[in-house]
């Protein structure tokens, strides 16, 4: 372990490639960036360009985490390959944001810092690539970035500020919370769990089994098949809720709003309660309850005084 | 000097130095050689503890809005002026130590248990909504937590006004909470016309969750700015 962490000394100073970072430890610094080339193999030449990028391998075991913090504005791009190896390439506009990459065992983090905070925002640019194992664990964290991330499997927590998120056929444990960020969530399964304040939401094609999305003023499309025995629950304060199933789905609908308005454009296929249970609608919200087919998957929409729309895809 | 005799002594004492008569049973007592080691190894563990570092206000901001949210402290409004504010010192000050932390939620909980038993709200109690004129403040939910996460805002406005940001991301939050502090005053309206509606105030009280946690950020990315 402590072999390890002098290894982390070694490479946060290589990684902190701006020069004009302030540090206490300023007169150690040529020492500790030599070590570091000579640890990782890194050209100086990338390292001592501003406004390059680097790039660095990390091996690893199984299922690593990696964790990414980017303060700049950016974009985080995940993608997966075959190979027990993180790849992280990370490119920045300004020598003011700096970059520390750090591995203990199979964690990999990620951080990239301003270095001047009187920096404009056009340069504080900093953005991401990483190649990981298909089983990866990820946290990403971003402020105005787009977070995209492509067939990873694993468990994951994204946040952003006012960047978007973008997935596409991930399976997991999938958290998202963003402020003002949106989600597309394509091709997803495992579960999702999603929170913004003006973001939305839309999931496509998914194969997700537990869904939890709540924005307070963003909209929400759930485009896809209801796995059976799944839990959907779809909440917007002020947003659109909106549902496409398929006529082969099966499920138990509760659609509920305070003030806003309830669009059933599926009424043919919306039977009572297929389990012969008497719902009853609070008389200060309206909406709706019933079932489509044998009502196994529970399905859960609600909007304080926006528009819920349930509709049968074509 | 028998075994208990020493352990009285350190419990006194300390460990260093110890006394003539208790060194001399501690020489030829396994017993109280292991009791006084392990005493030596969990005081130099203990030294090596980083101090304890005193949370930030948004913390208790959080957290209070989490009780109240969460049912676990329902405060009815205070008889007047200010005690309010004296109380949640109060009780920050309890917290900022560890020990008592554990027994100050102990008796949070208690305190709404009697709360929910006794649910005969004060008629004279102030208000605590300028929103809401015409409604008494014991009615209006999360009172309280209005209450102090309006305080935290203002708070926060000033730090922003020391030193205005025009990054994106200063922006989104800002507007963000602009979005959040409509839809709750919506809710509460809505709140005071239907009392009985669960859905607005389940909506009402999510968005007081995202607004602790909102400011909680914002405060966060202010307090690594400056």
Not at chain 2, 32 to 52: G, H, K, R
Request: net charge negative.
């Amino acid at each position: 372990m402590r072999t390890g962490m002098m290894g982390v000394t070694a490479l946060r100073s290589h990684m902190n490639l701006a020069a004009s970072r302030p540090s206490t430890n300023r007169g150690r610094r040529p020492l500790l960036v030599a070590a570091g080339f000579l640890c990782l193999g890194v050209s100086a030449a990338d390292a001592g360009q501003q406004g390059q990028h680097l790039e660095k391998h990390f091996a690893v075991n199984t299922r690593p985490v990696v964790v990414i913090h980017n303060v700049a504005n950016g974009r985080i791009e995940v993608k997966s390959w075959k190979n027990a190896e993180v790849d992280v390439v990370a490119s920045q506009t300004s020598n003011k944001i700096g970059f520390d990459m750090e591995q203990a065992g199979d964690r990999i983090d990620v951080t990239a810092t301003i270095l001047d905070a009187g920096a404009q925002p056009r340069e504080l640019e900093a953005s991401m690539q990483l190649t990981v194992p298909e089983e990866t664990e990820l946290q990403l964290k971003t402020e105005t970035g787009l977070i995209y991330v492509e067939q990873v499997m694993g468990d994951m927590t994204l946040e952003s500020v006012a960047g978007d998120v973008h997935l596409k056929e991930v399976s997991g444990y999938i958290i998202v919370r963003t402020t003002e960020g949106s989600l597309v969530c394509t091709q997803c399964a495992g579960k999702l769990d999603f929170k913004s304040i003006s973001g939305g939401a839309q999931v496509l094609q998914p194969a997700l089994t537990n869904v939890s999305l709540f924005t307070t003023a963003g909209n929400i499309l759930f485009d896809g098949d209801f796995v059976r025995t799944g839990l959907y629950t779809m909440k917007s304060g002020k947003g659109l809720v909106e549902v496409r199933f398929s006529g082969n789905d099966s499920f138990d609908l509760k659609a509920q709003t305070a003030t806003g308005t309830v669009d059933n454009r599926a009424a043919a296929y919306l039977k009572p309660d297929s389990h012969g249970v008497k719902h009853l609608m609070s008389k200060y919200t309206h909406g709706l309850f019933g079932s489509v087919g044998q009502g196994l998957a529970k399905v859960e929409l609600s909007s304080y005084s926006g528009t819920i729309r349930i509709l049968k895809r074509d | 000097m028998q075994c208990k005799d020493v352990e009285f002594v350190v419990e006194q004492e300390g460990l260093a130095p110890l006394p003539e008569a208790a060194r001399a049973h501690v020489a030829t007592c396994s017993h109280c050689q292991d009791y006084v080691a392990d005493l030596a190894t969990i005081v130099a563990v203990a030294n090596e503890l980083p101090a304890e570092v005193e949370p930030p206000a948004r913390v208790w901001v959080s957290l209070q809005a989490q009780l109240e949210l969460e049912g676990i402290i329902k405060t009815p409004v205070a008889s007047a002026h200010g005690e309010r504010s004296s109380w949640w010192l109060g009780f920050s000050d309890l917290f900022r130590s560890r020990a008592l932390a554990t027994a100050t939620v102990g008796l949070l909980i208690a305190f709404a248990g009697v709360m929910q038993w006794q649910k005969q709200p004060d008629p004279g109690l102030p208000r605590d909504s300028s929103r809401l004129p015409s409604v008494p403040s014991w009615q209006i939910p999360f009172a309280q937590t209005a209450k102090v996460l309006n305080e935290q805002e203002v708070d926060l406005r000033n730090m922003q006004l020391a030193g205005a940001s025009t990054a994106p991301v200063d922006a989104s939050f800002r507007q963000n909470l602009q979005q959040v502090d409509d839809f709750i005053a919506d809710c509460e309206h809505r709140v005071s016309v239907a009392p009985q509606d669960e859905l607005a105030r389940e909506y009402l009280s999510n968005a007081y969750q995202q607004k602790a946690e909102l400011l909680s950020a914002m405060m966060d990315r202010e307090g690594s700015l400056h």
